[in-house]
C-alpha cells in the first residue's frame, strides 16, 4: 500500500509569509492532489496533478499554487498567507480503488 | 455541479446500539467510497462500492450501494467507542474527471 507523508502535523505562520506545505507519496502513483477541510464546509479541492509538471486548479485555487517536479512530491505554495486560509490540508494520491491520504496539516495564520 | 448530502450530521449513541448513515444525491457515480477519519487524521478509506446494489460487509460495518448508484448506506451493528470518527462518503464520476465528490461527513460519537 502506499505511504503519504505530509512534512508538517501543525504550522503557525504570520499573515503575509510564503508557505510552503510538501507531501511526498512512495509509490509511482501519477495521480495526486491537495485538499483543504473546514468545520460545516467539508473537503474541498485545491489542486490536483495526473504527472510532473502537470496540474489542474481544483474548486478553491484562489491564494494557493502547487509544484510537482518530481512523481513522488506535490507541493502546495500559499504565496501570501491570510487568516482565511487557516485550516487542515490534506494530500495524497488517488488509485482505482480510492485516494490514500496523509495525516494532514494544521495550518493556523496569525 | 455534483453534490452528496450525508445524514445525519452528528449522532452520538450509546455502546452496543446500531446505526445507519446516508447519502445522497441526483447525481449517479461509477462508484461510491466510504473514509472514515479520526481527530488530527487524515480520512481512511474503507470500502469501494461498484455495482448497483452491492452489499460490502467489513466486520460489523455494512455498505450498500444503491440500485441507481446515486445514493448509499453505512450500517454499523453493535457499535464501539472505537467506531468514534467523522464518516465521509465520496462519489467518482468515472471518465478522466479526477475529482471525488466528497459529503460534509457524519460525526459518530459512540459513549461508552
Known amino acids: 500500500d502506499v505511504k503519504v507523508t505530509q512534512s508538517s502535523r501543525y504550522l503557525v505562520k504570520r499573515t503575509g509569509e510564503k508557505v510552503f506545505l510538501e507531501c511526498v507519496q512512495d509509490?509511482?502513483?501519477?495521480?495526486m492532489f491537495w485538499y483543504r477541510q473546514d468545520p460545516g464546509l467539508g473537503l474541498r479541492l485545491i489542486y490536483f496533478?495526473?504527472?510532473?509538471?502537470?496540474?489542474e486548479k481544483g474548486d478553491i485555487p484562489e491564494g494557493y499554487s502547487v509544484s510537482r517536479e518530481k512523481k513522488e512530491r506535490f507541493s502546495l505554495i500559499l504565496e501570501s498567507a491570510s487568516t482565511n486560509q487557516t485550516s487542515m490540508y490534506l494530500c495524497?494520491?488517488?488509485?482505482?480503488?480510492?485516494?490514500?491520504f496523509g495525516s494532514g496539516t494544521r495550518l493556523t495564520v496569525v | 455541479t455534483q453534490l452528496l448530502e450525508q445524514s445525519p450530521q452528528f449522532l452520538s449513541i450509546q455502546e452496543g446500539e446500531n446505526l445507519t448513515v446516508y447519502c445522497n444525491s441526483s447525481?449517479?457515480?461509477?462508484?461510491l467510497q466510504w473514509y472514515r477519519q479520526e481527530p488530527g487524521e487524515g480520512p481512511v478509506l474503507l470500502v469501494t462500492v461498484v455495482t448497483g446494489g452491492e452489499v460490502k460487509k467489513l466486520k460489523r460495518l455494512t455498505f450498500q450501494f444503491g440500485d441507481a448508484r446515486k445514493d448509499s448506506s453505512l450500517h454499523i451493528t453493535a457499535a464501539q467507542p472505537g467506531d468514534t470518527g467523522l464518516y465521509l462518503c465520496?462519489?467518482?464520476?468515472?471518465?478522466?474527471?479526477?475529482?471525488?465528490?466528497f459529503g460534509k461527513g457524519t460525526l459518530l460519537t459512540v459513549n461508552p
Open positions: 495524497g494520491t488517488r488509485q482505482n480503488y480510492g485516494y490514500t
Open positions: 447525481s449517479v457515480f461509477s462508484s
Open positions: 496533478s495526473y504527472d510532473v509538471k502537470m496540474k
Open positions: 465520496a462519489g467518482d464520476s468515472g471518465g478522466s474527471n479526477y475529482k471525488l465528490t
Open positions: 509509490m509511482d502513483h501519477e495521480n
